[in-house]
């Protein structure tokens, strides 16, 4: 079945700079990548998405890359904030008898720092 | 306006007890889905159904036992409850099952097994 890897787990960085986190997934036929962020407490809200036939999709300050020969992607949000401060999900979408579900990675605590 | 609801919010019970869990959503989607987030964060999917048929049952103890009155309703019922449940368990909604959506999550319930 899918297998979702997502790095690195914890990423502080300072207000202002940018902020990097890599997914890889092994199911091929995945054709659906997206990105939750959740804030303490809360409930995952997603905040891009991508599918299989786009390589690359921005919006304002957050994009995604998609990279399908290698079975990457990577979230990419520049010019953090404090209220970015989050934890992040990437998720791959394999069909499944038909069915489609997410698959999710491990998440990544990103901590920006004032 | 809620688009995913859950209740109750918070549940606290003892080993061996029955709880229910009830999630509604007003989005008119046709897929509703259940996962549990375990204390490391790690969003797992349990089940799917779509307009009341089940098509995703993950590996998922048989004390865990969804329904779905109707497409914008899905209950999970847990038996005899277990230290392990402890967890917060999220519902979601998607528009189409068999198409790959973004997914809605609800508020969550924290259910916590003394």
């Known amino acids: 079945g899918e297998n979702v890897e997502q790095h690195p787990s914890t990423l502080s960085v300072q207000e202002g700079d940018s902020a990097v986190i890599k997914c890889t997934y092994s199911?091929?036929?995945?054709?659906?990548f997206p990105w939750y962020k959740q804030e303490l407490g809360k409930r995952p809200q997603l905040i891009i998405d991508?599918?299989?036939?786009?390589g690359e999709k921005k919006d304002q300050r957050i994009a995604v890359t998609l990279n399908k020969t290698a079975k990457h992607f990577s979230l990419h949000i520049t010019e953090t904030q404090p209220e970015d401060s989050a934890v992040y999900f990437c998720?791959?979408?394999?069909?499944?008898?038909?069915?489609?579900?997410?698959?999710f990675g491990t998440g990544t605590r990103l901590k920006v720092l004032a | 306006d809620t688009a995913v609801s859950q209740t109750p919010k918070y549940l606290v019970t003892q080993m061996g007890n029955d709880k229910s869990i009830k999630c509604e959503q007003n989005l008119g989607h046709d897929t509703m889905y259940w996962y549990k987030q375990d204390s490391k964060k790690f969003l797992k999917i349990m089940f799917s159904y779509n307009n009341k048929e089940l098509i995703i049952n993950e590996t998922v103890p048989n004390r865990f036992s969804p329904k779905s009155p109707d497409k914008a309703h899905l209950n999970l019922h847990i038996n005899s409850l277990e230290l392990g449940d402890s967890a917060v368990y999220f519902c979601?909604?998607?528009?189409?099952?068999?198409?790959?959506?973004?997914?809605?999550f609800g508020p969550g319930t924290r259910l916590t097994v003394t």
């Open positions: 199911d091929s036929a995945s054709n659906y």
């Open positions: 991508i599918r299989s036939n786009v």
């Open positions: 979601a909604s998607s528009q189409d099952g068999f198409v790959s959506y973004e997914q809605y």
């Open positions: 998720a791959a979408s394999p069909p499944t008898s038909g069915t489609y579900k997410y698959i």
